[in-house]
């Protein structure tokens, strides 16, 4: 076993006829052999002609090159040709000196192929050749670095190769995987709650030790009091085909968030992906991280990004070649969502396969091991709140609900899976929260059109709707408008609450039941029908405070967050952040300035409602939209729409009212802002004096000689006092030009400067009696 190995036969022939056994051989092998498996070469034979050598030596290991030491005189090269030539071609030949003193002569026959090189050693080892005996070993081949050497000296090829087929390596493995992991997410195949015999187990053993609490839906009572009909507005869109987007959209903590998940709770093959988290990501990284753990998209390998993008410098700096194997965040992003419509597609399949196979088992018995085998499992989706299986609307199932499936898939209503979007385009001022919000309304668009999907977006912010229709504009959107509880509606839950439905039947108790009804009354009235702001009075006042202790407590925290926030000492109008005013941190672009807040404050603190375009024509803003818009996307007024266009602003939650109204009542605040106002206007109105008195200085050019407002050069009387004149009234009606007190300029030009003049004389005006009320706002301010 441990002999050299040779592929020719090589056998001792002692027989004197040496000719005809080798042709014996030759011709059985010729006539019996066949090719193996492992060896497509034909098989020889060669006669051992010396003492065969057979050596189980590790390091002598075969190979082309067979060094032959010659014990004796050297043979020519002719001869040692004739010898070896007949195992094989030969490469090179070539004659050395000896590498150590006293060692004989040797030569080097390199062959083509090592088995040829194998049968050489083994047949002339110890070959007499006259006086020269011939000693063979292999020469081993001695390749130092020699595929380093082959790759850095083939950079332009290896590099694009190996980063290929790490990519192709990437997508063949971890794609599919993936895929796997989205729609086991997406099917809830991993939920012990799905399975009939696991949820026995877990009841019987867990929730036996730790009882298992039913959620409290008391907080949203407000809102399922007012939301009945969106409630079946929204269950109505869900199941019809999937052709358009279904944007709930209204102001934030007005519970949208919680008539989505009303709603949809028992859904079968559901998606959520949190656009209030992704929102607080500081970049593409966190963004894509966060993404790909909410669809389930796994395993993610998040340093491949740092190592692929210094490959890429690396592939660059060498070749001097862009190879674009460091993806940018678009792509990845994009990839991840791929993953997600192949998940819903393998869904949409898979529910398709089943409905057939239901089918066949209609008309064919069952047998009874998977009747047992049913009786234990159950891919039933279970609400986790009651345990028990959801009843959905039936539909008729021959009614086809999208064309994505190449095949008409014909699906009930509750088996079309569903995304769901909440807090879509909370926050849309970093380049990376913008590329998120694009690639996620671009992959819903092609969801809805294909019919794959029903997408269901959950969104505060007012440009939503118009990138959604930008995407599809071929189909109007789905629109559910979720607006404030009405006052009767939060003065019934408040009652509820605190037990105020029934007047006592106790006729002494009526007054404090009466007083009690009546602070309700005007806490609704401030807080109006929002829910976070009713939520938040409900916990105060079961905490301990009184009625009116808990509304003046949350009207002073919310005076001092806007205080804070619009009404800071930055007054530069960059961007600015709205921090505890609202549930989440929302960044907008232009800004604005306190000054101009506190115009809107006042405004809004007088009136329910102020026109627009009155709010434009201010000095303070000059016709400048940015600064509305700016507070609007802060979430401290609201714009509303009429015709397509904006009419009114209002608050943006209702208790901004009273608080506008509070801070407008601190005296010596309003007087200190007043102050800064005004000193706005009268820095405008000084810039506009300086502009028309440049103006009139460059129109004096064009001055006339006759004009009584100047002074003759030759009298050196003012020309009012002048003959000529005078005499100009008495000609006047005979048709020549009169000149008037403002004849100073040609006829045309008098009238541009009476216009400078009067607003000069307007602008001079406004400015003293500005300077004026500064004076009394400062000895308010002084007196406080």
């Known amino acids: 076993d441990g002999s050299a190995p040779t592929d020719p036969v090589s056998s001792v022939v002692t027989s004197p006829d040496e000719s005809a056994v080798l042709t014996a051989i030759r011709t ?103 006086d020269t005996r011939l000693q063979l070993s292999y020469q081993r081949v001695i390749r130092k670095q020699f595929i380093f050497n082959w790759i850095s000296s083939h950079l332009r090829l290896v590099l694009p190769l190996l980063a290929g087929a790490l990519i192709a390596v990437v997508y063949a493995v971890f794609d599919p995987i993936r895929v796997f992991m989205i729609e086991s997410k997406m099917v809830q195949r991993f939920n012990p709650e799905n399975y009939r015999w696991l949820r026995w187990i877990t009841r019987q053993t867990v929730y036996r030790l730790f009882p298992k609490t039913s959620p409290d839906h008391t907080s949203h009572s407000v809102m399922w009091a007012e939301r009945q009909l969106d409630h079946v507005k929204l269950d109505k869109w869900l199941h019809e085909a999937p052709e358009t987007f279904i944007l709930v959209h209204g102001p934030r903590e007005s519970g949208k968030l919680a008539l989505v998940t009303n709603v949809t709770r028992n859904w079968p093959n559901q998606i959520v992906i949190d656009g209030k988290e992704l929102s607080t990501c500081r970049n593409e990284h966190e963004v894509l991280v966060t993404l790909a753990k909410q669809v389930g998209y796994r395993p993610v390998f998040s340093f491949m990004q740092n190592a692929t993008h210094i490959m890429d410098l690396a592939i660059t700096a060498i070749t001097g070649q862009k190879t674009d194997l460091a993806s940018g965040a678009d792509t990845q992003l994009a990839k991840i969502l791929e993953c997600v419509g192949a998940a819903i597609y393998q869904v949409r399949k898979k529910i398709h396969r089943e409905q057939q196979q239901q089918q066949q088992n209609r008309t064919q018995p069952t047998s009874w091991w998977k009747r047992f085998v049913g009786h234990f499992q159950s891919d039933t989706q279970v609400d986790p709140s009651t345990g028990e299986t959801p009843t959905y609307y039936t539909q008729d199932v021959d009614k086809p609900l999208g064309d994505w499936l190449m095949q008409q898939t014909k699906l009930q209503p509750e088996d079309v899976p569903l995304v769901i979007i909440t807090g879509f385009m909370e926050r849309d001022v970093d380049a990376h929260h913008k590329l998120l ?202 714009i509303e729409q009429e015709q397509g266009r904006p009419a009114y602003i209002r608050p943006a939650r209702p208790v901004f009212r009273t608080v506008f109204q509070t801070i407008q009542d601190d005296t010596t605040y309003a007087a200190w802002m007043k102050q800064g106002i005004n000193k706005q206007l009268i820095a405008l109105q000084s810039s506009n004096i300086t502009t028309y008195e440049e103006e009139l200085q460059r129109l004096r050019i064009f001055a006339d000689t006759t004009s009584p407002r100047i002074t003759d050069q030759s009298s050196g009387w003012p020309r009012a006092l002048t003959w000529q004149w005078w005499c100009s009234w008495v000609w006047w009606p005979l048709g020549h030009q009169r000149v008037t007190f403002g004849a100073q300029y040609p006829e045309p030009l008098g009238i541009r400067v009476d216009w400078l003049m009067g607003n000069l004389h307007k602008a001079q005006q406004l400015i003293q009696r500005l300077e004026s009320e500064n004076r009394e706002l400062q000895k308010t301010v002084d007196s406080a």
């Open 28 to 130: 059985h092998l010729a006539q019996s052999t066949g090719r193996n498996w492992f060896n497509w070469d034909k098989v020889r034979v060669f006669p051992v002609q010396a003492t065969l050598f057979a050596d189980d030596m590790v390091n002598w290991y075969p190979s082309n090159r067979v060094k032959v030491s010659f014990i004796g005189p050297d043979i020519p090269l002719e001869i040692l040709y004739r010898y070896f030539r007949p195992f094989g071609r030969i490469f090179d030949i070539t004659y050395h000196e000896p590498d150590t003193k006293g060692m004989p002569r040797y030569a080097l026959v390199q062959f083509i192929r090592t088995r040829s090189a194998t049968s050489a050693r083994n047949c002339l080892y110890g070959k007499l050749v006259g």
């Open 437 to 638: 919000w694009d690639r996620l309304a671009q992959w819903a668009t092609v969801l809805v059109e294909n019919g794959a999907a029903h997408v269901v977006i959950e969104s505060s912010s007012v440009t939503t709707s118009k990138l959604l229709s930008a995407k599809l504009p071929s189909k109007p959107l789905n629109h559910l408008l979720v607006s404030d509880a009405t006052r009767e509606s939060s003065l019934g839950v408040l009652r509820e609450q605190f037990g105020l439905l029934q007047p006592p039947t106790e006729v002494h108790q009526r007054p404090a039941y009466d007083a009690s009804v009546r602070a309700l009354e005007k806490t609704v009235d401030c807080l109006g029908g929002r829910l976070s702001d009713l939520e938040l009075f409900m916990q105060k006042v079961k905490g301990g405070q009184s009625v009116e202790e808990a509304l003046e407590d949350i009207v002073q925290k919310t005076a001092a967050e806007v205080r804070k926030f619009a009404l800071g000492d930055d007054q530069t109008g960059g961007p600015r952040t709205l921090g505890s005013a609202t549930p989440t941190n929302v960044t907008v672009e232009g800004g604005w300035t306190a000054y101009q807040f506190w115009y809107v404050l006042e405004a809004l603190a007088n009136s329910d409602r102020v026109n627009y375009y009155s709010l434009l024509t201010s000095p303070l803003f000059k016709g400048d939209a940015k600064p509305l818009q700016a507070l609007e996307y802060a979430e401290l007024i609201h």
